[in-house]
């Protein structure tokens, strides 16, 4: 086969050496699933050293187009760095990890069973795979990323859309083609972070191209970190690092080392260069399955002091105020706080142009993991802007001797009541509390009437 031929050449380009490679391959354990629809092989690899109460992250890798006929003694070997790279101590020293590598073709008796990794026999297979150790071993189910090369890094793109609310993060590597870029993919990986990795002179040029068109039509914005096509960015560690610690989700790196030219088949193997690349290892490990109702900005105001309100899911939660300066091209952390407080003031900001900021806050667990984010731009406005309303209840409507609002009130809350002819009306409140406020209407004729809650107008009825 003449994939199995060109492997020859991989080696020279790991950072390993053979002997390591072998020594790296041992410690995965070959295993079977057997199933009524057939047996799925796979390579698993335990971190060497957990403690008693932890739970660890759980990589699945999938191999590309030239594992597939391989016999299953020497899948190990042809798989290449998208397994046995993850085991090795740059990685488990700091990031200790499960990993996971099922073989492509898996044979029963005579025949094929599953023929790809989308095949539903295998899909079904290998959500068994991973809910089984999520119950056996130290597997945190909020903490399981994909990544794969070629063929399985197509699949690592697809995997989320076919197997959904599973993976905290992929990884997808020189991929042969991806999903359509369609209503689902975006609500998918809105939620979903991602780091593409390409060589820029990879032997699938077209397919470089079209996935490049495929990011751009998820319309979710991605950090460009070395090139982007004939785009030369060549971003700083230091910048990268910034983007890491911020918690953006979203990057796409295309190498420009030396591998034998433009359209060679060596340059096709950029997974070789991520198992070796602190900063990915750093962003993927900090990922965390991720909730999109966690956290939202409420609302910001700026006049000479900047304030920003939020509603947080979860009040025990911590929270992390981020600001990025366009200017100064940087992160910056401005405050962090408990995730009750709902609310932030401040009149001593960065050195930055709130006209060119963006406000960016976090919600992290009591294991110090980001699971939820929100962010907007700041500006400068009069009247103070609203981002987002605050939503009340307000009851009963129409009402008689009393009306009731409910909602997260704050001190600063202001409350306006008008008549519908605009006569503005001194509201009487018999009665407020942190989620209650008892407005007294017994002086009102009847009519309709307006409140204004910091601008969120309500309309109802006296009778």
């Not at 982007?228 to 420009?256: C, H, M, P, T, V």
Request: net charge negative.
């Amino acid at each position: 086969m003449i994939f199995r031929v060109l492997l020859l050449f991989l080696p020279l380009s790991y950072s390993f050496s053979l002997f390591s490679q072998q020594e790296y391959i041992d410690q995965f354990e070959k295993k079977q699933l057997v199933r009524e629809e057939g047996i799925l092989l796979y390579s698993i690899f335990t971190p060497e050293k957990m403690e008693l109460n932890e739970k660890y992250p759980l990589i699945l890798a999938f191999h590309g187009m030239e594992n597939q006929g391989v016999p299953p003694e020497d899948f190990m070997k042809y798989a290449a760095s998208i397994t046995w790279g993850w085991s090795t101590p740059l990685v488990q020293d700091k990031y200790p990890s499960y990993v996971i590598a099922p073989h492509f073709t898996v044979k029963s008796d005579s025949e094929d069973v599953f023929n790809g990794w989308l095949n539903p026999g295998v899909t079904d297979a290998i959500t068994y795979l991973i809910d089984s150790l999520i119950t056996i071993e130290k597997v945190d189910e909020n903490r399981i990323y994909v990544t794969g090369h070629s063929l399985g890094g197509a699949s690592t793109w697809l995997y989320p859309l076919n197997i959904e609310d599973y993976f905290a993060a992929v990884i997808p590597t020189s991929w042969a083609f991806s999903p359509e870029a369609d209503e689902t993919s975006r609500e998918t990986f809105s939620k979903t972070p991602f780091w593409s990795v390409f060589h820029r002179n990879d032997g699938t040029t077209a397919a470089l191209e079209r996935e490049r068109e495929f990011l751009e039509k998820l319309e979710i914005p991605f950090i460009k970190t070395d090139f982007y096509g004939d785009e030369e960015i060549l971003l700083s560690r230091e910048n990268i690092e910034n983007q890491i610690q911020a918690y953006s989700q979203y990057f796409y790196k295309e190498y420009g080392y030396p591998c034998g030219g433009e359209g060679q088949i060596n340059c096709h193997f950029a997974m070789d260069s991520v198992v070796n690349d602190p900063l990915i290892h750093r962003w993927l490990f900090q990922q965390y399955k991720q909730d999109p109702e966690a956290i939202s900005i409420v609302k910001i105001t700026y006049s000479e002091d900047l304030e920003v309100s939020w509603k947080a899911k979860n009040d025990l939660d911590s929270v992390a105020l981020w600001l990025f300066s366009k200017e100064r091209d940087e992160w910056i952390l401005w405050h962090e706080a408990r995730a009750r407080d709902g609310f932030y003031k401040s009149s001593t900001l960065p050195s930055i142009d709130p006209e060119m900021a963006q406000l960016r806050v976090l919600i992290k667990n009591e294991d110090g993991f980001v699971y939820g984010k929100d962010e907007k731009a700041l500006k400068v406005n009069e009247p103070p802007l609203v981002i987002e309303e605050v939503m009340f209840n307000v009851y009963p409507n129409p009402a008689r001797e009393e009306l009731v609002i409910k909602g997260r009130l704050k001190n600063h809350h202001s409350i306006k009541m008008y008549a519908f002819n605009g006569e503005e009306i001194k509201p009487i409140i018999s009665k407020r509390t942190h989620q209650l406020l008892h407005l007294d209407l017994s002086g009102l004729t009847s009519g309709v009437y307006v409140i204004l809650i910091d601008r969120v107008p309500y309309k109802f009825l006296k009778y």
